[in-house]
């Protein structure tokens, strides 16, 4: 089956705690990406992956990293959490060849206290 | 700057009558629309793309939307709603200012729902 997953779902950490959300497909997609929602600003892009090892920053960048090592996987990593850390993660990928369909993992709730 | 606009944060509509769920955008170039659908403690679905051709375009669901240029509108619609569309529901535009990225930017998205 087609998809885009994620690990951990759900992850409640303290302040300045480093983790790792990681996101992986299984499409061979080359654009890889990170949006964070948050109530009444939709979703809002962190990082992009155009393909292996290249990677840009979106609109909201600060205080996070990514790394594009493999194609299938794009993980997200908080080096020093902060509260305003806190929301819903969406990893996503598409295909470069298309009209940018974009196919979403199923969210990951971050509280960082 | 492109951008997306989701007038309204709710929508309420009662099962069998038709819904429409509003967008509005702004985009330099060509506008590639799309719209999703998140039900609760799930990831966004791919509904319907715009990207030429006809003005209506039809998606998943029974879902359609009317792409009207002179307007900047992209209006989601359904001839008759269903309790189990209540969802949030996102607009979405191809944005060409960041070049060939593949970046969408999203509307704040709009809750519809469907009262039996």
């Known amino acids: 089956e087609a998809q885009v997953t994620q690990n951990p779902r759900y992850l409640i950490t303290v302040t300045g705690k480093k983790l790792t959300v990681t996101c992986s497909q299984n499409?061979?997609?080359?654009?890889m990406s990170w949006y964070r929602q948050d109530p009444g600003l939709g979703l809002r892009q962190i990082y992009y992956?155009?393909?292996?090892?290249?990677?840009d920053k979106g609109d909201v960048p600060e205080g996070y990293k990514v790394s594009r090592k493999e194609k299938r996987n794009f993980p997200l990593i908080l080096e020093s959490p902060s509260p305003n850390q806190t929301s819903l993660y969406f990893c996503?990928?598409?295909?470069?060849?298309?009209?940018?369909?974009?196919?979403f993992g199923p969210g990951t709730r971050l509280t960082v206290l | 700057a492109q951008s997306v606009a989701q007038p309204e944060d709710q929508v309420n509509v009662a099962e069998g009558n038709p819904l429409t769920v509003k967008c509005t955008y702004s985009?330099?170039?060509?506008?590639?629309l799309f719209w999703y659908v998140q039900y609760p403690n799930r990831g966004l679905q791919f509904l319907l793309k715009?990207?030429?051709?006809d003005n209506l375009v039809k998606g998943s669901y029974g879902f359609e939307a009317e792409f009207n240029k002179s307007q900047t509108s992209f209006h989601l619609k359904k001839p008759s709603a269903l309790v189990s569309d209540s969802a949030l529901y996102f607009c979405?535009?191809?944005?060409w200012g960041s070049g060939n990225t593949g970046k969408l930017i999203f509307g704040q998205g709009t809750t519809l729902q469907v009262k039996p």
């Open positions: 499409m061979n997609h080359e654009y």
């Open positions: 715009y990207i030429t051709g």
């Open positions: 979405a535009v191809r944005d």
């Open positions: 985009v330099s170039g060509n506008p590639y």
């Open positions: 992956s155009m393909n292996v090892e290249v990677t």
């Open positions: 996503a990928s598409s295909s470069t060849s298309g009209h940018n369909v974009q196919f």
